[in-house]
């Protein structure tokens, strides 16, 4: 099956620095990856759209300006956490979809990065 | 407006059968999924149903019914590692995925 490497799965850091996470698909091209946010005890929530050669579409409430999503390839997108503060901290999954495969509508999911800021 | 129900926690025994079901009222309809969620780990797919009817895989099966907007997922022969939070997702119109907010199962032996 499809399979979604995200890197880093932990990161630590202090308060003001940024922080990317990476989302690759590693056997499809992936024209669209969604980045989620879980808090602790909640469900999922997506943040945004990323979409390749274009700009992420971010759902209501969530900062542009803070949550950096570039979707430079197919199978390359990036989520920066810019002068993280420990209330970013949280889990960010990110996931695809295998449009070209058969698409089912399946979503993909990376492993998950734990973000704790200092 | 969009609405996705589940219970919060269940309990169940080893090598019994347990049902979770999941209500929902979205913006159009593409697919129901259901993923299951260990503690600190991303989701993993279980099934998706787009079509009435049950879908079985396994242990686990699926059952949709469009008209009534009610899912459930059934898990067979429980097992310990099947503790874990189960989630409802419909994917709307927009092939955006409307998440509930989980089933947390605990299997007791």
């Known amino acids: 099956g499809a399979v979604v490497s995200q890197h880093p799965s932990r990161v630590i850091c202090k308060s003001g620095t940024s922080v990317k996470i990476e989302c690759r698909s590693l056997d499809f091209q992936a024209t669209t990856m969604f980045w989620y946010r879980q808090f602790p005890k909640q469900s999922l929530m997506l943040m945004a759209t990323s979409n390749e050669g274009s700009k992420a579409t971010y759902e209501q409430g969530v900062e542009k300006d803070k949550f950096l999503i570039n979707h430079a390839s197919l199978t390359l997108s990036t989520l920066t956490v810019t002068s993280a503060h420990p209330e970013d901290s949280s889990f960010y999954i990110c996931?695809?979809?295998?449009?070209?495969?058969?698409?089912?509508?399946?979503?993909?999911f990376g492993e998950g990065s734990r973000l704790t800021v200092l | 407006g969009q609405n996705i129900d589940q219970p919060t926690e269940m309990t169940a025994t080893e090598g019994a059968i347990v049902q979770i079901n999941c209500t929902y009222q979205?913006?159009?309809?593409?697919?129901l999924f259901w993923y299951q969620q260990h503690a600190g780990e991303a989701p993993t797919f279980l099934s998706y149903?787009?079509l009435d009817g049950l879908e079985e895989k396994g242990r686990f099966s699926s059952f949709l019914s469009r008209s009534k907007g009610y899912s459930y997922l059934l898990l067979k022969e429980l097992q310990m590692k099947d503790s874990a939070s189960y989630l409802c997702a419909v994917l709307e119109s927009n092939y955006q995925l409307i998440w509930g907010a989980g089933t947390k199962l605990i299997i007791k032996p």
């Open positions: 996931s695809a979809r295998d449009l070209a495969g058969g698409d089912t509508g399946e979503l993909f």
């Open positions: 979205t913006s159009g309809f593409n697919g």
């Open positions: 149903n787009v």
